[in-house]
């Protein structure tokens, strides 16, 4: 039985794969940062709507305000909301770090044509899923985009939960952060937002968002065995579109 306790062990196999990926081997030159980003921005994209959604599932977005839910995982979602959705960029100006990554990808000279416009059908009306399928981007980038936004448009607290908490812990800093100050040596200036980018990521993340994320799961699941396998499997999966997007990734470079 799937509980608080074992859920790291069932997941460790998955989250190793990503953290040996050959991907990061490849990331040797500004060109293939270039490539990396314009494919990872649509996980910064989406990323985002997971969060929205425990937002909306574990706080009260509607009037009359009433209090709704725990506290403390109210306390974290608007926590993470605030920090994803309003930091601010180099410059002290306010940004979300979705923003904040199109600035980075600018900088760099990433093309940033395929996730501006997506975004900017849905900023137009278009539903998501007409917006995904009639896109003008790789399969691989769709399928992963379609879990991600079924996931927060459909799923209960505690499935997006999981996703957030265990699928998407986002890998990315601690790994590409040596690699990126690296290559600032190469092309001095072009990386500085991207630091930054990644940099905001591991303080803002710090020691309190995680165990907060903990606690709230074991809210959400308490001692439902049903909840934790669910939510289990719902970040098994995140996992696994994580390592084929990484895949798909790794062969265009």
């Keep these: 039985m799937i509980t608080a306790t074992t859920i790291d062990r069932d997941l460790s196999p998955f989250k190793a794969k990503l953290l040996e990926h050959p991907l990061y081997t490849k990331l040797n030159s500004i060109e293939a940062i270039q490539v990396f980003m314009t494919y990872h921005a649509f996980a910064v994209w989406d990323f985002m709507s997971l969060v929205k959604a425990l937002q909306q599932k574990l706080t009260c977005t509607q009037l009359p305000w009433i209090p709704v839910g725990s506290p403390s995982s109210r306390r974290l979602i608007n926590e993470i909301v605030w920090g994803e959705e309003s930091d601010i960029d180099t410059f002290g100006n ?77 890998l990315i800093p601690d790994l590409f952060i040596a690699i990126v100050r690296g290559l600032a040596n190469q092309q001095k200036g072009s990386v500085d937002t991207l630091l930054y980018y990644l940099e905001r990521h591991i303080e803002l993340d710090g020691d309190e968002h995680g165990p907060m994320a903990l606690q709230m799961m074991e809210e959400l699941c308490g001692g439902d065995s049903k909840n934790w396998e669910e939510a289990t499997d719902f970040a098994q999966q995140a996992l696994e579109h994580r390592i084929r997007l990484w895949d798909f990734i790794s062969a265009q470079l």
């Excluded at 917006?131 to 980038?141: C, K, M, S």
């Design 94 to 170: 306010p940004a979300s770090h979705y923003e904040l990554y199109l600035q980075a990808m600018e900088e760099i000279g990433a093309d940033t044509t395929p996730i501006v416009s997506l975004v900017s059908a849905i900023q137009n009306g278009t539903p998501w899923e007409d917006t995904v399928n009639q896109a003008q981007i790789p399969d691989e980038i769709k399928t992963f985009i379609r879990f991600s936004l079924s996931t927060a448009t459909k799923a209960p607290a505690h499935i997006v939960g999981g996703v957030f908490t265990y699928g998407r812990e986002d």
